[in-house]
């Protein structure tokens, strides 16, 4: 939001962030594998090089301020179902082309720094249904003094990092608690408020405690460990409190394991959780046991060696007591017997795709992707599955029971590719009866779709279809992520630019002004009474450098782009793009959204703000050209 520049109190500012969407409250598709990483410096961001590690050297050691904002981010993630695992990061450009969840190549939340305008501390930006990967991003301004602890005159990374936390989380700025950690204004702060924790469990949800699924919380509550093929066992699940432990079991055979047996326990890239594993035999006579000190490195392996009668061995995971604040998270934990396998498999920290959403496509075959039952606001549904072959159609049978049936309600569906080479899906909607439903294109590039159903039904069956884009392109197949949920947050409006007609040999000209720099979504749709061909805009700037092109090809649905602009003047032309033999003009109609408005509505069960002052337009459009776009809307 924009709130002034102003230094307040005892020379702080204001912890002011600029690239905000207009909608709060939209929680992260998958929480319980989120994953966070540290950009090297040099990486770009919109506002010049990463100088991360340069910048916070003030503040200590690496692992010492690492360390703090994984605790901030911790400190949120523990109260709900909500796990943050660290990951390395390749350096790509803030806000690259990928996955907004689940990339390879680098965290969904991504930690920078660089020079931002005096009265901003840091800039982050929440999941949001357009999909870009800055979502998550936090970019701390390298202009500012960062100390650990509460020094006059500089900013507590701790404090500072659990406000942008919150803001990544999808929490607005908080201006009438100043309790609050989402206070606008900058204060050392130790830990969440009521008001902070009730926030997190309305969106997220209180996190589950195991004793309501399956409480192996003693040795004789052992759980037997799932097996994983011959003399391997591997489970997953989770510390939910610091004072939760873990019981599991499994039998080594009489004869023993003779080349010891491996106990594995892995955290890293999986959550925070700083974990302990001790070795039981059938006596609960402890064998064996390790600690670990270091949520940057939380993995643990022992090996022990059983004697010739095998029996009945115990393995305990808890949370390590040697640090405080990494209690909670989830795991993996892997036994294996050495004499079979020398050669442990790997443990990943990649959430495995599901099959084929179904066999023959047909809606009848649908697979039923029953909704979250508690109350919070996670997504009603959500799926990892693999479009096998270019024509694999996955269907899925999607409805709410959260809201009373038959009231109108929105319905966002959102799909994109986990693979380097990513699928390019598209999305089909369709009613019960079978009949496709009109949407709205949130967002439509490469590996993304993201559509928008405003007045869908509560309690009515809905048909969602997984698809490749173009059978025919190099990105049809693959695993995807798609997420699904029936809401009644503020739906995402574009608004129309400009419009106009091309044809071979004539282009059309327009003029974008951005006042302030901003974070803009943009959306170029063609048609035409004839077939094939399409609309490429360049927009270039003041120097006549292309900043960017986006093409839409006529009667397709729109294509977006996410483009951070800088404050300037730039040109938009736009050109027939030759293919398809269209010989007829064609006309082409760009929609925008600036991401980086005001605070703008927010979902129920999150503290309201006061409306913001009115900030000036984002953008001025003007063109050659007088047309208006038609409706924003895509039937099927
Ligand atoms: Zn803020």
């Not at 994984?70 to 390749?90: P, Y």
């Not at 991504?110 to 990967?133: C, D, K, M, N």
């Not at 809401?487 to 071979?504: K, R």
């Amino acid at each position: 939001m924009k709130t002034p520049h102003a230094r307040l109190g005892a020379g702080f500012e204001a912890l002011e962030d600029r690239s905000l969407p207009t909608i709060w409250g939209v929680p992260w598709p998958d929480p319980e594998h989120l994953t966070l990483s540290f950009v090297p410096d040099g990486t770009q961001t919109p506002f010049g090089p990463s100088t991360l590690f340069q910048s916070l050297a003030s503040a200590g050691s690496v692992d010492a301020w690492e360390n703090q904002i994984l605790r901030a981010f911790e400190n949120w993630a523990s109260q709900a179902n909500i796990n943050v695992g660290v990951v390395s990061d390749g350096g790509e450009p803030l806000g690259a082309v990928g996955a907004v969840q689940g990339d390879s190549r680098f965290g969904d939340i991504r930690i920078a720094a660089a020079p931002l305008s005096s009265g901003l501390v840091a800039s982050s930006t929440p999941f949001s249904w357009t999909g870009t990967t800055y979502s998550g991003d936090v970019v701390l301004n390298s202009n500012d003094p960062f100390v650990i602890g509460n020094v006059a005159g500089s900013y507590d990374v701790f404090s500072v990092l659990q406000h942008e936390a919150g803001h990544v989380f999808g929490f607005p700025d908080e201006t009438t608690n100043p309790n609050s950690v989402m206070y606008t204004t900058y204060q050392y702060q130790t830990g969440l408020e009521a008001a902070d924790i009730a926030a997190i469990q309305a969106l997220y949800g209180p996190r589950v405690q195991e004793s309501s699924n399956n409480s192996n919380n003693s040795m004789a509550q052992a759980t037997p460990l799932p097996s994983a093929g011959l003399g391997s066992y591997l489970a997953t699940s989770d510390i939910s409190s610091p004072t939760d432990v873990d019981y599991y079991k499994f039998n080594v055979s009489l004869g023993g394991a003779l080349g010891g047996v491996a106990v594995r326990v892995k955290a890293s890239g999986l959550s925070l959780l700083v974990p302990s594993v001790t070795v039981y035999n059938a006596w609960g006579q402890v064998i064996t046991s390790a600690t670990d000190t270091d949520p940057l490195s939380n993995d643990l392996s022992i090996t022990f060696n059983t004697g010739l009668f095998g029996g009945t061995y115990y393995v305990k995971v808890s949370a390590s007591n040697t640090v405080a604040g990494f209690g909670v998270g989830g795991y993996e934990l892997a036994v294996n017997d050495l004499s079979i396998g020398e050669v442990l498999a790997p443990l990943t920290n990649a959430v495995a795709a599901l099959a084929s959403g179904n066999v023959s496509g047909a809606l009848a075959d649908a697979l039923p992707l029953p909704p979250q039952t508690s109350t919070d606001s996670r997504f009603d549904a959500t799926y990892r599955g693999i479009v096998v072959a270019s024509t694999d159609i996955d269907t899925f049978e999607v409805w709410t029971d959260k809201y009373t049936a038959g009231t109108a309600v929105d319905l966002n569906v959102i799909a994109w590719g986990l693979a380097t080479t990513p699928l390019d899906p598209q999305i089909h909607v369709f009613n019960a009866s079978g009949t496709p439903v009109a949407f709205q294109v949130i967002a439509n590039s490469t590996g993304l779709y993201s559509v928008q159903i405003q007045g869908a039904i509560a309690g009515a069956d809905y048909y969602v279809q997984v698809v490749a884009e173009n059978p025919n392109g190099p990105n049809s197949t693959g695993s995807y992520f798609l997420g699904v949920d029936f809401n009644t947050a503020a739906p995402q409006v574009f608004a129309a630019a400009g419009s106009g007609t091309v044809q071979p040999g004539t282009g059309d000209t327009a003029t974008l002004s951005v006042p302030q720099a901003k974070l803009f979504q943009f959306a170029l749709a063609a048609q035409s009474s004839g077939t094939g061909g399409g609309v490429t805009m360049t927009v270039y700037n003041a120097t006549g450098q292309v900043v960017f092109t986006l093409s839409a090809t006529a009667g397709q649905p729109p294509e977006t782009a996410t483009w951070y602009l800088a404050a300037g003047t730039y040109t938009v032309q736009y050109t027939d793009t030759g293919s398809g033999g269209n010989a007829g003009p064609i006309q082409y109609d760009l929609f925008m959204i600036s991401l980086s408005d005001s605070q703008g509505p927010m979902a129920p069960n999150i503290s309201s703000a006061p409306p913001p002052p009115p900030s000036p337009p984002a953008y001025t459009y003007t063109s050659s050209s007088s047309g208006t776009p038609t409706g924003y809307g895509y039937t099927y």
